[in-house]
């Protein structure tokens, strides 16, 4: 969950896309799509949205009806309030909403029939399938709703994660370039005066540079496609500080930048892991068998292909 708690601590952004540019919460075709279902709510719902991140899909419900009453919870040590300014858009929403960090969709912490509904945006899949449908069961009153969007293994979001997993996977490679990094970062740090390297240093310098940037032109000539040429010169970019500012680096700040790069990595994993293909679809409709009266499945498609799973379950 450190991956988690690493990334929600360090965006302003309230959704887990777009790495940090959405600071307002989602906007476009699932900005209107629950839009359309707040619109049928009653006007003082208790609402809670699980697996909320910094609570992008709570903070559209309150900026939609400032009646309803929104909890949000999710398994990271989540305070988006610790982020956000007074004279930030989303403060007042934020500061209205009910955050629930460390809590999680297994074992929620709410009691029993508390809520109307219970929304997901691409959180509920991340949990335990039954585990989690039995706290949502629990917590909604009789009658209540579940609705949640769910990542589908065949959306074009999906894909993109494989994608990326694929070339930060080559990037991870023993002896590749995060290790030829590192070992730059502990010989920057050797270097006492930086301004004037001896004759030795100077050639030792050369060749480490010469070195990397043959294995960034390697790494580079391993992506087949525009869309991987994307994702390297993204995850490049956050590498390339640690070469280009080579006067100020020492071996802990490439570590950092690294350890960034992984926690990336697990959240991609994680993406990877929760998205769901038909046959499970199939398996969480069996678990609603028992306690809820209805479940019901359907595809949102865009123009680009399929976006992700609906799922609309009646306690
Ligand atoms: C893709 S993010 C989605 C967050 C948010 N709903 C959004 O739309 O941006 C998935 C979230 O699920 C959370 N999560 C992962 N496993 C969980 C679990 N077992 N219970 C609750 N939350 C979990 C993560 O911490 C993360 O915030």
Redesign the pocket.
């Given at each position: 969950?450190q991956h988690?708690n690493s990334y929600?601590s360090g965006t302003k952004s309230?959704?887990?896309?777009a790495e940090g540019e959405h600071s307002q919460g989602?906007v476009g075709k699932i900005a209107s799509f629950w839009q359309n279902i707040f619109n049928t709510l009653p006007q003082l719902a208790t609402i809670l949205?699980?697996?909320?991140?910094?609570g992008?899909?709570a903070v559209l419900a309150k900026q939609f009806n400032s009646g309803f009453d929104v909890f949000a919870?999710?398994?990271?040590n989540?305070d988006p309030l610790l982020l956000y300014f007074p004279s930030d858009p989303s403060y007042q929403h934020l500061k209205s909403i009910n955050f629930y960090g460390n809590?999680?969709?297994?074992n929620l912490v709410f009691d029993s029939g508390k809520f109307d509904y219970v929304i997901?945006?691409?959180?509920f899949e991340?949990?335990?399938s039954a585990a989690?449908l039995l706290e949502v069961n629990r917590v909604l009153k009789s009658g209540g709703e579940f609705i949640a969007l769910i990542h589908h293994q065949d959306s074009f979001i999906s894909a993109d994660c494989r994608l990326g997993l694929k070339v930060i996977n080559n990037l991870n490679q023993v002896d590749g370039l995060l290790t030829q990094l590192q070992d730059f970062g502990r010989f920057c740090q050797t270097m006492e005066n930086k301004n004037h390297l001896s004759p030795k240093q100077q050639i030792q310098f050369k060749q480490k540079n010469v070195n990397l940037l043959q294995l960034f032109k390697e790494e580079q000539s391993k992506c087949s496609s525009e869309d991987e040429l994307d994702w390297y010169n993204l995850l490049v970019k956050e590498l390339l500080p640690a070469i280009i500012n080579w006067q100020n680096t020492d071996e802990k700040k490439v570590i950092k930048i690294i350890e960034n790069l992984h926690s990336f990595q697990r959240r991609l994993q994680?993406?990877n892991m929760a998205s769901q293909s038909k046959l499970d679809i199939e398996g969480i409709k069996l678990l609603t068998n028992n306690n809820w009266s209805s479940c019901k499945f359907d595809v949102v498609n865009l123009r680009n292909g399929v976006l992700c799973w609906v799922m609309r379950a009646q306690k």
């Open positions: 969950m988690w929600w309230l959704n887990s896309f989602y949205d699980l697996a909320s991140g910094n992008g899909l919870s999710d398994a990271a989540i809590t999680l969709s297994e997901s945006q691409f959180g991340y949990a335990e989690a994680d993406q």
